[in-house]
């Protein structure tokens, strides 16, 4: 495709200050989103959506060049909220930290999310132009086909979509957590002889859309390693005479003793056995790294140019030494400083590669970045241990790793996603990459106070039921694992890795005898780590998804989707912001007015209300409801 067009203007004033206003509003949101559920969503397709339809507002000439660039900054924010929260929150859960710091969680944030755009730079030909064939990079294309619509027509629509979405996430928010009128949570126990039986479903259009956008595979997959920790482990390990007057205070208590660790030997299964995966890939990439030509700056068109080199070795050289600072600071050691930093150049570079690689195939979504941080966790834990490193030292050099890596690896992901697109539409991909810095740039600065605010003003805090912050909390108990107090359930934690391995085999058997549906192993160890009420939203949402698709099983997944795609990103962005909107207000002392109704009113409003939101996704995402995008 590679739209040759003039981008001598496709970056100025106002794509970068739309760009970045987008990039602090969509990692606002995946922030919460990712503290809630344990996974983010991707903010290009919205971001394009938008950002088309602003630049047609403010500008005669709309240009597809300039949308793209406010969909690289934008993106930026949502990667790099994934690689913070997936891991800093783990310095609250052990209790190095009190509360966030500020200046060495955005420090950290800058570094890893500049290194993973650097890293990845040198790797742009090898992965977007000369794989072609094997790396297709579904959602780069996708978001390529909205923003060539868009130029075509004038038609709003799509924007609208994304609108309504968020005033009906962000309305069903404040009537849940600020007047009482829903409950966030509808769940129930029992105890029969000594076992505890337990179900429930949390009440959440934001995960309802998750659950849409994953589809029904992963949707299901979630809900198996929901059933698993829940439905099969509490009622097995028993302890149900112990809680007789409070079932569900039991359910709970079993699960965060016991239950939850199977989640965790899984997903080490699943992190070791994602990397292992794409090997032969990754090999062969780099091959054709050493191998290809460079050509000379001089011979380049400024749709082939990149970031010049020298610019990248200074700030790659910078970005190195903040690092060295950071884990000087944190530890006061020179010795694990040096060594803790020469450890994450190394798994930062083959990472960043990783996700690169993996983008490509399955799209950013989709790529597995828990488990590489699983694996980075587990090299340098175990590593650091061997050398006879102890104590909180130990602990937080891991996990300073562990964050600069995942930053990496997220933010290369998505630039790898993002100048796909690029590529696909004429763009400079040195324009995108300075958006692209520029993105992590400022959305770095809102991470650390997005995560206090939440902290201090959501009941139980970070690490408590409604922000369980799942991959943060297993970072921090691999942490204590290797050099805390080693109270870790190792009996549950093997078990879950038996599970994992047993899984991995029934897909393996399933990919053999080309199955549609197949058995990925992280959803389902996510699925047995998160309180099982989420995995129940989200599992409609798939199911939404899926009678859509059924519906009309002759078009293109992508394009029958794309309205309740944008919808879904509405209700998650409208719940999540809210959930920002709403700590802040707390934290002035604006707290929640209570209307003192009785519980079973309440209950069946928040059943009147689900079953509303569930009809009118299904409503929004119908084909028969669908206009094409941006008709003229």
């Not at 609250?92 to 420090?107: A, H, K, Q, Y």
Request: net charge neutral; glycine share 12%; proline share 3%.
């Amino acid at each position: 495709m590679n739209n040759i067009t003039n981008n001598a203007n496709e970056l100025n004033l106002r794509t970068i200050l739309i760009g970045l206003t987008l990039s602090v509003i969509m990692g606002a949101a995946n922030v919460y989103l990712g503290l809630k559920a344990g996974m983010t969503v991707s903010a290009s397709i919205p971001a394009a959506v938008l950002g088309m339809l602003v630049i047609r507002i403010i500008s005669k000439k709309p240009s597809i060049l300039e949308a793209n660039q406010i969909q690289t900054a934008a993106s930026a924010g949502e990667s790099l909220a994934a690689g913070i929260i997936f891991t800093m929150p783990a310095l609250i859960i052990i209790g190095v930290w009190n509360e966030f710091d500020m200046v060495l969680t955005t420090v950290i944030a800058f570094t890893g999310g500049l290194l993973g755009i650097l890293f990845m730079i040198p790797m742009r030909k090898v992965f977007i132009v000369s794989n072609v064939e094997n790396l297709k990079y579904p959602e780069g294309i996708a978001c390529t086909s909205v923003l060539e619509a868009g130029q075509e027509s004038s038609d709003s629509k799509d924007a609208i979509s994304i609108v309504q979405g968020s005033l009906i996430g962000g309305i069903f928010k404040v009537f849940i957590s600020f007047f009482g009128l829903f409950k966030g949570t509808i769940e129930g126990a029992f105890s029969s002889g000594n076992r505890i039986f337990f179900f429930g479903g949390d009440i959440s259009p934001a995960l309802l859309a998750v659950g849409y956008i994953v589809r029904l595979n992963v949707s299901i997959l979630i809900f198996i390693g929901g059933f698993i920790g829940w439905l099969i482990g509490i009622p097995l390990l028993g302890n149900g005479l112990e809680y007789l007057d409070n079932p569900l205070e039991g359910a709970y208590n079993i699960w965060s003793s016991s239950v939850r660790y199977l989640g965790v030997g899984a997903m080490v299964i699943g992190g070791i056995a994602s990397i292992f995966k794409v090997r032969h890939g990754l090999i062969e990439a780099i091959k054709v790294l050493k191998e290809k030509n460079k050509k000379s700056s001089l011979d380049e068109l400024s749709t082939e140019k990149d970031i010049p080199s020298n610019l990248i070795n200074g700030l790659s050289i910078l970005a190195i030494f903040l690092v060295g600072s950071v884990y000087y600071y944190l530890t006061g050691s020179f010795s694990i400083s040096f060594l803790t930093t020469a450890i994450m150049i190394l798994m930062a570079f083959f990472f960043t590669a990783v996700a690169s690689y993996i983008v490509g195939l399955v799209g950013n979504s989709n790529s597995p970045v828990s488990g590489m941080t699983i694996t980075a966790v587990l090299f340098t834990g175990g590593l650091l241990y061997i050398l006879g490193f102890e104590g909180v030292n130990g602990m937080i050099a891991t996990l300073g790793v562990a964050a600069i890596v995942c930053c990496a690896a997220c933010t290369a992901g998505d630039v790898c996603n993002d100048l796909k697109t690029g590529y696909m539409v004429g763009a400079s991909p040195y324009r995108q990459q300075i958006m692209q810095i520029l993105g992590v740039a400022i959305a770095s600065l809102i991470m650390a106070p997005i995560l206090q605010l939440l902290h201090e003003n959501t009941p139980g805090g970070i690490g408590g039921r409604e922000l369980s912050a799942p991959q943060a909390g297993l970072f921090a108990e691999l942490a204590k694992g290797f050099f805390g107090d080693g109270q870790l359930p190792w009996n549950m934690v093997l078990i879950g890795s038996l599970i994992g391995i047993i899984i991995l085999y029934m897909d393996s058997f399933l990919e053999r005898n080309n199955y549609s549906f197949r058995l990925h192993l992280m959803p389902i160890a996510v699925g047995m780590y998160l309180p099982f009420g989420l995995s129940t939203p989200i599992l409609i949402g798939g199911i939404i998804s899926h009678l859509i698709l059924k519906k009309n099983p002759r078009k293109n997944s992508d394009t029958v989707l794309h309205k309740g795609l944008l919808f879904s990103s509405g209700l998650i962005a409208g719940e999540s912001l809210m959930g920002v909107v709403l700590a802040l207000l707390s934290s002035i002392g604006i707290a929640r007015i209570t209307l003192d109704l009785n519980n079973s009113t309440v209950v069946f409003l928040t059943s009147l209300g689900a079953i509303l939101t569930i009809i009118l996704l299904y409503k929004k995402a119908n084909i028969k409801h669908q206009e094409p995008l941006f008709k003229s």
